[in-house]
């Protein structure tokens, strides 16, 4: 729609011009000013590489764990200036199992914690807490941007193999 109106208004300035300069003389000239005002509505794009991380504890293991990394891609459209934000969450620090005949066994959420490190312009690094979004980049205006983020366990873990979903949300407020 909005495409609708910039073009009518458009033709209707070239209208008034050419009416104008019509009815002027040869040595006559004429300058006729069009104002334009367009508004662009943020939108973004976002491509991760995947949407979980699978995890082998060893048994007895106490030492970090690398989780896994995933890659993301970026597009953002903003305002001059606008902050774009890409932030990760997750339903549990970490699911127990795969195979849990009960469903998802949930290790002690006190004594075991999911890091994030990013690498890419303006990516972010901390710790991923359960249920609570986190910001992993932060960047100022539009365009493409690219990276990695990281994932380690550390604390006192479960062994066996681990599923932990994890959701990414791009914005620009």
């Given at each position: 729609?909005?495409g ?48 979980e ?36 969450e ?14 998802p ?16 312009t ?52």
């Open positions: 729609m909005r609708v109106t910039r073009t009518v208004a458009i033709l209707i300035g070239l209208l008034v011009a050419f009416l104008t300069v019509a009815s002027l003389q040869a040595a006559d000239s004429v300058t006729v000013p069009i104002a334009f005002h367009s508004t662009v509505a943020p939108s973004t794009s976002l491509h991760v590489s995947q949407s991380l699978l995890v082998e504890v060893p048994a007895g293991s106490t030492a970090t764990v690398y989780a896994g990394s995933i890659e993301f891609r970026a597009l953002a459209r903003t305002r001059t200036g606008g902050d774009v934000l890409l932030s990760v997750t339903d549990a620090v970490l699911a127990g199992p795969v195979d849990s005949p009960g469903g066994a949930v290790a002690d959420a006190n004594a075991a914690s999911l890091q994030f490190e990013g690498s890419g303006g990516t972010l690094s901390g710790v991923l807490a359960q249920g609570t979004q986190q910001i992993v980049g932060r960047w100022s205006g539009s365009g493409l941007l690219t990276g990695t983020v990281q994932f380690r366990l550390e604390g006192a873990l479960t062994p066996g193999f681990h599923r932990i979903p994890l959701r990414f949300v791009l914005t620009a407020p």
